[in-house]
């Protein structure tokens, strides 16, 4: 499968974009992430993963139609422990960095977090077991959506590796419609930061444990942090 040539039809992308913003348009209206608020934790994580995988189905389904399979999307794979342990560690210096550069984005922005972000997280053990499934899930799927599939397509159709990243980067923020537009706008930069890494390493296994350690660990300490207000 080359960068070269588009990995599903056209009207087949048009269609991921489609749903992805349009999902994201109902979570901007209900202020939730396809319904994780209240006291419904554990069927919105089953929801929202249950979405992600459904769309990485859908994905399989189009590259099948050029002959392509869904996992050639991840890359170069761990082929022995000085690789896991390389890419594990800029996962760790990935995050560190990113986070300083958000942070200083979201204060020049003066963006602050949504209320509606304290419902997502969780406060019960059967919940935090959960939640961690339900971050592993958006470590392995958004990167294969969004620095797999979408960037991979967005390379073939421009010829341009720097327009595929930002691309996907803007719709990966445009994703997040939940968190309001200025978390939207550092999410996108967010995204493109991935996308950097991903086409740096040709691998999406940095972007998924990096994604997976951002998403489970804030998530968790957010959530021991919300007991205790």
Known sequence: MQDSEPIAPLWHTAIVVVILLGFSALGARSHSALGIKGHRHIAGYVTAASFEWLTVGFIWFGMRLRGNRVWDLVGQR?????????????AIIFLVGSNILLSVLGHLLKATPNPALRGLFPRRLTETLAFVLLSLTAG????????????RQFTALTKSAMAAVIMQGIIFGAAHGYQG????ALISVYGCLFGAMAQWRRSLLPGMAAHFLQDGVLGLLLGQRAQLL
């Open 78 to 90: 761990w082929s022995g422990w000085k690789r896991i342990l390389v890419d594990l560690g800029l």
């Open 140 to 151: 392995i799927c958004e990167e294969m959506i969004f620095r797999g599939y979408l960037q």
């Open 181 to 184: 537009f200025k978390y939207m």
